[in-house]
Structure formats: structure tokens, C-alpha cells
């Protein structure tokens, strides 16, 4: 199996042979099905699980592996793909979102992105509040969005909806495509350059599957109707999983969202709110909350119509739900930290960061 039709290149190759490990190769996790995992080395596909140390080592659920992760491994036969997993290599972006439940955890999506196609279908589900929730995200990842409007074929007006959607994400490309129609094939194709790593994201029947195999030109994963009361999808995707495709590309391919709560906030939201933002800095006052404040530029864009009631709302509301969570994570690492420190004969738990840069280990 040729790696460079995955991704491999000689950055990771340098990457790899910086994780000071001997006896390992290189693989990509191109399917997760909880403590293993399916991976593509140069053997062909395998399985694989993590050795005692790494798991150890990485601690938190977040830092494990994840689909389109790189990894070190050690085979377990001559001549098979399966072996263990001894090292992580340093992600160039993780697309994460928060875990369901009341414990606020991270739940990785997929790693080393360089597109993600933010899919929204024009039917009745359409919903452009949620569309802003799905670019804080992306640019929270470190991947570049590219909005996708699939379901063209049912709408009288597909062209509106690319003209509302680019008015909440100026900068982002924006692509009203239909798979039945083959309408918007030619600048989707663009994007699948060979070595680039795309993955799709958006709510349950939203489409993500049916691209999927537009673009391979067969069958890759199973597609389901959509509910036709209310256009809302079924779960038909049930893990994440990485597919090679004839433009050179590589494909993730991931469960709907019935709702996206967003995780910890690297500059992904005022970057998806960009337009207010720049609002903010005509402020009288730089700790303006746009409320009752005189001299308020976002108030006076409010009443001239400039901003989007409805989009201002979603922006005070996400602001809101990122600190929450933010402070909540602090609480949990706190609570963490001094359970830890009290045991004896452990150290204290690294910082996020410091984990992220150690993924390395080559104790079975």
C-alpha cells in the first residue's frame, strides 16, 4: 500500500523519526471502533490497539488516537498489517466537539484535516444559527472550512441560500451542489487535490454519505431517506471512518449531529463572527456588552438593519456557552489535579499542551 496516497509525506516522515522510537512504522487510522483500530500501512489494512505506556502516557480520552491520526507502530507478525500502537504524531488540527453527557469531555472528530465540508442540506432541516455553530468549530480545528449546501435539487431557489450563507461566513466558499443532478461536481472536485485530507461534518441526513460516494463513483457507505414530515435524517453513518478517492484525496466520512455543543474555544468564534467583531472596535467603550451602552456601533448596526438580529442573538448565546464550558473544564482539571497530587508516589498531571507535544512512548 503506498502511505503517500494517505497523507505521508517527508514532514511526518521527519515527524516520526523524531518520536526517538525504534522498530516502528507508520500507519493512519482510517477507522476507530472504540480500543481498536482499523489502520493503512504499507503492509495494507490491519488492526491495531494501543500498547499499556502510550495509554498511560496520553491520559484523557481526547489525546487517544482518533480517525486520520498518524501513528508509530510495531507489527506483530512478518508479514501481516496488525501490530500495537507506540507513538502519536503531533496533530496539525483535531476537529472536536463536546462530548454528550453531564461530565464536559472532549470528543475528538477527526485529526489532521485540511478541509472540512460543513454539509447543510436546502430542505425543511436548513438553519443558518446552526451553520454559524458548525464554522466556530472549524476554525477552532485548525482546518479551513468550505461550506456544502447539498439537496439542490430540492429547492426553487438554491442561489438565495448561497447568498445568505455567505453573508454569515465571509471568506468561506460556499457550494450549492446535488448529487442526483450532478450539479457543482466540477468545483468540489477542485478541492480533492491529491495528499489533502477532507472530512464531512453536519446533522443526520444532511447529505455527507451521498458526496461521499458521488465523488468516489461507487458505493462507499450506506445512504438512508430522510424523514419527509420535518427533513431530518436518520443515523446511518456509525463511526468515522477515512476512504482513499480516484482525485487523489482522502475522505472522512462522520455520524450526524443532531446537535453540536462545542468545545473549548481557540479563536474560532470570533473568527466565525468576524463581522460583529469589527462592529465591537467602533465601541465607545472597549468593554462594551452592546447592551444599553451609549455610543454602541453594534446596537446602532442593529437598528439599521446592517446586523441580523437572529445572528447577534446566536453570537451573544455561543459567547456565553463557550465561557460556561471554559470554566467548567477548569473546574474538572482543578478537582483532577488535586486528586492526583494527593496519591502517593504520583506526579501531577501534565498540562494539555505538554501532553499534545509527548505522545511518544515505546513500552509495551
Not at 483535531?94 to 485529526?111: F, L, M
Not at 424523514?227 to 446511518?236: I, K, L, N, V
Request: overall charge negative.
Amino acid at each position: 500500500m503506498n502511505l503517500q496516497e494517505f497523507g505521508w509525506n517527508p514532514e511526518r516522515e521527519n515527524a516520526l523519526r523524531e518520536l526517538g522510537l525504534e522498530q516502528v512504522w507508520p500507519g493512519r487510522i482510517i477507522a476507530d471502533h472504540g480500543h481498536k483500530y482499523r489502520v493503512a500501512t504499507e503492509r495494507g489494512e490491519g488492526w491495531a490497539e494501543m500498547s499499556g505506556r502510550l495509554q498511560f502516557e496520553l491520559g484523557e480520552r481526547s489525546e487517544f488516537p482518533a480517525v486520520g491520526d498518524w501513528v508509530a507502530l510495531r507489527y506483530l507478525s512478518d508479514t501481516g498489517g496488525d501490530g500495537v500502537i507506540h507513538g502519536l504524531l503531533p496533530r496539525s488540527s483535531r476537529i472536536s466537539r463536546r462530548a454528550a453527557g453531564s461530565v464536559p469531555t472532549e470528543q475528538i472528530v477527526a485529526a489532521n484535516v485540511d478541509l472540512l465540508f460543513l454539509v447543510a442540506a436546502l430542505n425543511l432541516d436548513f438553519n443558518l444559527r446552526r451553520l454559524e455553530r458548525y464554522l466556530i468549530m472549524a476554525w477552532n480545528s485548525g482546518a479551513s472550512p468550505v461550506i456544502v449546501l447539498s439537496k439542490a435539487d430540492l429547492c426553487d431557489d438554491p442561489e438565495r441560500y448561497v447568498a445568505e450563507t455567505e453573508a454569515i461566513a465571509p471568506g468561506v466558499p460556499v457550494i450549492a451542489v446535488s448529487a442526483l443532478e450532478n450539479l457543482g461536481r466540477e468545483r468540489v472536485d477542485a478541492l480533492l487535490k491529491p495528499g489533502t485530507t477532507v472530512a464531512l461534518t453536519g446533522s443526520s441526513g444532511a447529505g455527507k454519505s451521498t458526496i461521499l460516494n458521488w465523488m468516489a463513483g461507487e458505493e462507499m457507505q450506506k445512504t438512508q431517506d430522510i424523514r419527509e414530515d420535518d427533513s431530518r435524517g436518520r443515523h446511518t453513518t456509525t463511526h468515522r471512518e477515512l476512504f482513499v478517492l480516484p482525485q487523489g484525496a482522502v475522505m472522512i466520512d462522520t455520524p450526524g449531529m443532531r446537535e453540536l455543543q462545542l468545545w473549548d474555544d481557540e479563536g474560532g468564534w470570533s473568527e466565525a463572527f468576524g463581522d460583529i467583531e469589527d462592529l465591537a472596535k467602533a465601541c465607545r467603550f472597549g468593554d462594551c456588552r452592546h447592551q444599553r451602552e451609549a455610543g454602541c456601533a453594534v446596537r446602532e448596526a442593529l437598528q439599521t438593519g446592517q446586523l441580523e438580529r437572529k445572528r447577534f442573538e446566536n453570537y451573544l448565546k455561543t459567547q456565553r456557552e463557550l465561557k460556561f464550558q471554559a470554566a467548567k473544564e477548569k473546574s474538572r482539571q482543578r478537582t483532577a489535579s488535586a486528586a492526583t497530587s494527593g496519591k502517593s508516589g504520583r506526579h501531577e498531571p501534565r498540562g494539555k499542551g505538554e501532553q499534545r507535544r509527548r505522545y511518544a512512548s515505546d513500552w509495551e
